[in-house]
């Protein structure tokens, strides 16, 4: 309302001037001289305040000149936007210091590197993890002081959607976490982590899990290896003490393929890291597990549908235990026919295992791969399991950057998938 009245205001002084001007040239005999007059004075009063807003937006720091009429209404207008402009500059700049403040005060590393991958920013935590100092290393590109070359080819591949572990190469190495986020116009925020401890606390239980099957392997041999002779010795060949022989040889069994597959868990988690590059055939391999597991389950009818040339990268033995692992459960479980497939699809080399068995209930199918977790303990005693079976397709599906899927309806069956990065067609050839 204040600004209409200052427009209002301003329009009658310029009638009301234009009006003198009239009258006083009409009174000379010559009205549109005083008009013309009084055209003038306006325009050099506009000049003149124009003059004022020119001067004071040269420097806009400064309080804005009293005008008063129009032009002050549009200086009092510029003044007022530059000042919310202003605010949110500074509160954007509070919250920034605020942000730098706390990233500064981590423990972990924080590094900022821009589009064209040279370091914007980094907290003190970076030159203790990585030996990166700020400002001195402001503008230099990251990939020259990280020269990890796992590091390297994480970051120039650029998919962090998974963190990268970097394990240490020799003795007081740290092993480091690291999380890599894009935000701006193709800037990284970059977290690295010490997690020498955890990484330590898994190689000791590695380590001792390994050491303990391994121990326990001999003294069983010999056991077993007793309880065999008994049970093939005259003086035991009565049925009160063929009993208790023959269940002393199922549980040395027992024993004998849980510290297998233990060792087997341990073996693959130790070369988890070490490249696995050999190329290898999925077909062929499948091929090979299913005559093998045709001598052990004679009677049952596996169904194979397989692509050729589906090439892979990876560990022979490693994938061949997957495979089996995957196979022979859908033989324990499910007393009708198995479906196995092989099959290219994009850049993925596709494995499932389908049965029409016992299914599982959806409760229990994310805690299938964890060790020793059954669905029915003495059904899988029963069947000859060791609960190990799922975690080393777990292990060996993450060592291979696999995904594992499993897919199950209490009832009505399984199916277990696989999809691995496949080969390029000119690695094959
Ligand atoms: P196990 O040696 O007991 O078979 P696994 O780790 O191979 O151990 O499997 C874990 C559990 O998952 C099994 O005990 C079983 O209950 C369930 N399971 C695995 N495969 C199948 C399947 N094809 N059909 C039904 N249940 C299955």
Known sequence: MARDNIWRREMRLILLLIASGFVMGALFGRPVWGVCAALIFILARWSYQLRAVHRWMAEPSAEPPETGGVWGLILDNIYQLQRRNREAQQRLETALDYLQDSLAAMRDAALIVDAQENIAWANDSAEFLLGIKFPDDQGRPLVNLIRSPIFQSYFEVGDFSNPLRLLPISEGDRCLHFEIARFGAGDRLIFARDVTENYRLEQMRRDFVGNVSHELRTPLTVIKGYVDTLQ???????????????????????????????????????????????????????????????SAYPDREIRISLENDVQVRGDRSELHSALSNLIVNALKYSDSEVVVTCCRHEDRAVFSVSDTGIGIAQQHIARLTERFYRVDKSRSNERGGTGLGLAIVKHVAASHQADFQIESELGIGSCFRLSLPAAPVSDAS
């Open 232 to 294: 093939a010795m005259d003086e035991f060949q009565n049925a009160r003490l063929q009993r208790p022989l023959e269940q002393m040889s199922q549980q040395t069994s027992r024993m004998e393929n849980l510290i297998r597959d233990l060792l087997w868990l341990s073996r693959i988690e130790t070369v988890e890291t070490l490249r696995k590059t050999e190329l290898l055939d999925v077909s062929i391999l499948i091929e090979e597990i299913v005559v093998q597991l045709g």
